[in-house]
């Protein structure tokens, strides 16, 4: 069974920092992607970074230049680094992974628990 397990978020203060990790753990395949998304409130959920396997970065423009993703293979880990944060930042943000679960292919989404990234003006 594939869980990810998220940790980071809190409150902060704009121009602040803050660092979310997500780590993987379970039975796989193959790990693709790995990412965070956030929904703020009100809001669809939008993509803010992921990273897939081959080496390719996908950024939001909103955040591009602020935020840097970074994903260790070893550990099956994200982190997604935020800095220079602001109030329109604020959201619950989610880890997702693209996971393929055996050799037979196909993949399936996987998310972690909900973070909250408040920014306060």
């Known amino acids: 069974q594939v869980q990810l397990v998220v940790s980071g978020g809190g409150l902060v203060e704009a121009g602040g920092s803050l660092r979310l990790s997500c780590v993987v753990s379970?039975?796989?395949?193959?790990?693709?992607?790995m990412g965070w998304y956030r929904q703020a409130p009100g809001r669809h959920q939008e993509l803010v970074a992921r990273v897939i396997s081959v080496g390719g970065v996908d950024v939001a423009d909103s955040v591009k230049g602020r935020f840097t993703i970074s994903r260790d293979n070893v550990k099956n880990a994200v982190f997604l680094q935020m800095d220079s944060l602001r109030p329109e930042d604020t959201a619950v943000y989610y880890c997702?992974?693209?996971?393929?679960?055996?050799?037979?292919?196909?993949?399936?989404?996987?998310w972690g628990q909900g973070t909250r990234v408040t920014v306060s003006s």
């Open positions: 997702n992974a693209r996971i393929t679960t055996t050799g037979a292919g196909g993949e399936d989404d996987y």
């Open positions: 379970g039975s796989y395949f193959s790990i693709n992607s």
